[in-house]
């Protein structure tokens, strides 16, 4: 394929330029009449597509506003969610030293209570009635009941105090636990959310992205295809005068994706494969399997610059298009062009031959700029 590229060089310095005879005005005029047909189609169709991208823009722009929103309010509820969680932490933080301090004091008092009521047990009923009996007086008897009595409810209060207390404050911290535990799922939830919200929002960028460098593709397109077509215009008046004119060629870049195929069948080798057992180099076009003998038909108008055999690809007509865009036809069982005509789209440059291993088919190549690109991104889809 570098024979290729040095012989596209070549021939581009060569500069070839096919002027209408006298003899082929009718039909030169023909078939600038039949191109400005096909400028003017293809620009309406520029047209349309320039004003659905401009609809698509709108409709993401759009979205891209509500997930700004959307974000904003995530952004206010996690923050929220923050500051409610932090008050949750501090509170619990609050309340742990406050139990601990409680279970040290239960734990220190538990001595002396368990003395107290080990003594009282060890008096009973007999013991208190010892008690009262070595008491003078009625008064003095009325005293001691009341005494033993008013320390058995304190130690009882101050157990069942104790135990109220530490058993509410248990509940709470574990009321607090159960708050942070659902708040750290909520936050949890909240950045989620605002997560797929960012991905959401650089994925509409990027395709706004897109969108605008299409747009300005389309526009440089169209612009193109315009002056294009004032110089078919140019040539048509020049014909109804009867002067002399230089064939006119629509550039190949406006017609992307509205190619049609070389021939009809169906894609064996894909651009960019591997080629040879060491797959050191790769495909600069595709391969496409269709009957031998079929016709294979130019994709675009424009000059033949190469009509001969060539090594690994049998016989191989090239067609430069105008500013460096060639589309390249190989494998061809016959010609039917020779170097230096001028072809129309759709014309026949030759029929489908048999490659140097497996079945009968075409090989197709394009080049923009003079750099092979592949062929699927510029032919109709089908």
């Given at each position: 394929m570098r024979r290729v590229t040095a012989a596209l060089l070549v021939l581009a310095s060569a500069g070839i330029i096919v002027r209408a005879t006298p003899g082929a005005a009718l039909q030169d005029r023909a078939q600038t009449e039949a191109q400005a047909r096909r400028a003017t189609d293809r620009l309406q169709a520029l047209q349309r597509e320039a004003e659905a991208l401009a609809a698509q823009e709108t409709t993401l722009l759009s979205e891209l506003r509500q997930l700004d929103?959307?974000?904003d309010i995530q952004n206010e509820k996690l923050k929220q969610i923050g500051a409610d969680l932090d008050a949750v932490m501090r509170q619990v933080t609050a309340t742990s030293p406050r139990i601990d301090a409680l279970e040290r004091e239960r734990t220190s008092?538990?001595?002396?209570?368990?003395?107290?009521?080990?003594?009282?047990?060890?008096?009973?009923?007999?013991?208190?009635?010892?008690?009262?009996?070595?008491?003078?007086?009625?008064?003095?008897?009325?005293?001691?009941?009341?005494?033993?009595?008013?320390?058995?409810?304190?130690?009882?209060?101050?157990?069942e105090e104790h135990r109220r207390t530490v058993e509410?404050?248990?509940?709470?911290?574990?009321?607090?636990?159960?708050?942070?535990?659902?708040?750290?799922?909520?936050?949890?939830?909240?950045?989620?959310?605002?997560?797929?919200?960012?991905?959401a929002r650089e994925s509409r960028a990027a395709l706004v992205a897109q969108i605008d460098a299409r747009r300005d593709l389309n526009a440089r397109l169209a612009?193109?295809?315009?002056?294009?077509?004032?110089?078919?215009?140019?040539?048509?008046?020049?014909?109804?005068?009867?002067?002399?004119?230089?064939p006119v060629v629509l550039p190949l870049r406006a017609f992307q994706h509205d190619l049609e195929w070389p021939t009809p069948g169906r894609m064996t080798g894909r651009f960019g494969r591997r080629l040879g057992a060491s797959g050191g180099s790769s495909s600069n076009g595709v391969e496409i399997a269709a009957p031998e003998g079929g016709p294979?038909?130019?994709?675009?108008?424009?000059?033949?610059?190469?009509?001969?055999?060539?090594?690994?690809?049998?016989?191989?007509?090239?067609?430069?298009?105008?500013?460096?865009s060639y589309s390249l036809y190989g494998y061809l069982a016959s010609l039917d062009v020779t170097r230096g005509a001028r072809v129309e789209r759709a014309e026949s440059v030759g029929t489908v031959g048999q490659p140097p291993t497996g079945g009968p088919a075409l090989y197709f190549e394009l080049r923009i700029d003079g750099k092979p690109v592949d062929p699927l991104e510029w032919l109709r889809r089908r």
């Open positions: 929103v959307e974000r008092h538990q001595p002396e209570l368990a003395s107290r009521l080990v003594e009282l047990y060890k008096l009973g009923n007999g013991g208190y009635l010892r008690m009262l009996l070595g008491v003078n007086d009625l008064r003095q008897i009325g005293r001691a009941y009341r005494t033993v009595a008013a320390m058995a409810e304190l130690d009882r209060q101050l157990i509410a404050l248990k509940a709470e911290r574990a009321r607090l636990e159960q708050r942070r535990s659902v708040m750290v799922k909520l936050q949890q939830q909240a950045r989620a959310a605002r997560t797929a919200l960012d991905h612009g193109e295809l315009q002056a294009a077509q004032q110089k078919l215009q140019q040539a048509l008046a020049a014909f109804a005068s009867g002067s002399a004119t230089e294979v038909r130019a994709v675009h108008e424009g000059t033949v610059a190469y009509a001969e055999p060539f090594t690994g690809y049998g016989n191989l007509v090239i067609v430069d298009h105008g500013g460096q």
